[in-house]
């Protein structure tokens, strides 16, 4: 039996989109920054930021082309 997982990233990206080419295959990568604000006691605000690497394989891929 196999299994799918879906997320979805909403953020912002670091760079553009790196895109290649493995074999017959495409490939895009891509650093996305995801941010949360947060109160701290003194009433001012701290954001945390989280980075993610997002690659993208095969068909979905190929979207990105230019």
Same mark, same amino acid.
């Given at each position: 039996m196999s299994s799918v997982n879906?997320?979805?990233i909403m953020g912002?990206?670091?760079a553009d989109p790196e895109i290649k080419q493995v074999g017959? +295959? !495409?490939l895009v990568s891509a650093r996305v920054? +995801? !941010?949360e604000s947060r109160?701290?006691?003194q009433g001012g605000w701290i954001e945390d930021t989280e980075w993610h690497t997002?690659?993208?394989?095969?068909?979905?891929a190929k979207h990105?082309?230019?």
């Open positions: 879906i997320i979805q912002r990206l670091g017959s +295959t !495409s920054a +995801t !941010s109160p701290n006691p997002v690659k993208i394989w095969g068909d979905t990105f082309h230019r």
